[in-house]
């Protein structure tokens, strides 16, 4: 059964979690040198998060993009631990849908911060992209 847009409702909370591993290190993606769970990938997690939440609340073709981000990242987590992500969407006007992120690590919050994504249909939203390439 497909559940109608009308039913996306700020209150849907998503949680996702992942390992540290080298591969989603400071090191390996370029934004520092340490070897603890990356910026970059915190992002990811959160947009991942958010993104899934929503996505059974979606007509069939659509999806969500991100648009902003504004997130702190608050502390070190080494390879080999969990990190695990929530979000709550906490506004939807129109297409734009707000979140409240936060990450944790089993021993303290290492993330937190605000995520927008928009609802676009899946299709046109390639099609535009593509048309910006240039051989």
Do not use: C
């Not at 939440?53 to 969990?82: K, M, N, W, Y």
């Amino acid at each position: 059964m497909v559940v109608k847009m009308a039913e996306l409702q700020p209150g849907i909370i998503g949680e996702q979690r992942v390992l540290v591993t080298e591969d989603n290190t400071a090191g390996a993606h370029g934004s520092g040198a340490v070897p603890v769970f990356s910026t970059p990938a915190l992002v990811a997690l959160m947009e991942k998060t958010a993104r899934l939440s929503v996505q059974p609340f979606l007509e069939p073709g659509q999806t969500t993009v991100g648009t902003r981000v504004d997130i702190r990242h608050l502390a070190a987590t080494p390879v080999g631990t969990t990190v695990t992500a929530r979000s709550e969407l906490t506004a939807v006007e129109g297409k734009k849908l707000v979140f409240k992120v936060e990450a944790w690590d089993g021993v303290e919050t290492v993330g937190a911060g605000t995520h927008e994504r928009y609802i676009v249909w899946e299709a046109s939203f390639v099609r535009k992209a593509a048309a910006k390439k240039r051989d």
